[in-house]
């Protein structure tokens, strides 16, 4: 890398640092019990577990996932994301957080582009099955497959973990008229005896 080339990289810790609390904070907002793996924990960041403590897995259930994350921070950039060969045992998922918070590449500074995050929730399996380890950077690149990624997309992507926890979505109930009808007539059959 030349010199002139390594003081152009714009590096963002904290934007870097923050899609680990995106992605924690939008897994618990599925009801999905999320805690951070120690600093630079090799091959997972994320560990998420069912918020019931006495939840028992079923057959096809996980006791935990674990979570690569992968961020990128140019809206412009090549959707691509470096993962190393070796990680592939250490988590269930990667999720890839497009940050979206300018336009970087060519004569951009980043004053425009920005627009919403976008996750990618993609298994283990995608990963091996798309992974590039032509090069140093072993990366996997999404561009040119939106139709395949789709299913991994935003909500439909964390449902994945969520299934794979035997986690529920969070309802409420609501009694039916014939339940609430049924409700009032006991009522006033009680109150008729009574009286």
Avoid at 99 to 111: F, M, R
Avoid at 124 to 131: L, V
Wanted: contains cysteine.
């Amino acid at each position: 890398m030349s010199e002139k080339s390594e003081r152009d990289w714009l590096r963002l810790p904290v934007v870097s640092a923050g899609a680990e609390y995106l992605v924690m904070g939008y897994l618990m907002r599925r009801n999905i019990l999320t805690y951070k793996a120690p600093p630079n924990n090799e091959g997972y960041d994320l560990i998420c577990i069912h918020p019931d403590p006495r939840h028992i897995p079923g057959k096809e259930e996980l006791a935990q996932v674990r979570i690569q994350v992968k961020s990128r921070y140019a809206t412009d950039c090549d959707r691509g994301f470096p993962v190393n060969e070796k990680s592939f045992g250490a988590f269930d998922f990667l999720i890839v957080a497009f940050l979206n918070i300018g336009k970087y590449y060519g004569s951009n500074d980043g004053s425009t582009g920005a627009h919403d995050v976008e996750f990618f929730t993609l298994p283990n399996s995608f990963i091996r099955e798309h992974h590039n380890a032509t090069s140093s950077w072993q990366k996997v690149k999404l561009k040119g497959l939106s139709s395949e990624i789709e299913a991994y997309e935003g909500e439909k992507g964390f449902e994945q973990i969520a299934k794979a926890l035997g986690i529920q979505k969070p309802l409420k109930y609501r009694p039916s008229k014939e339940e609430k009808a049924s409700q009032q007539q006991n009522e006033i059959d009680r109150s008729d005896s009574r009286g």
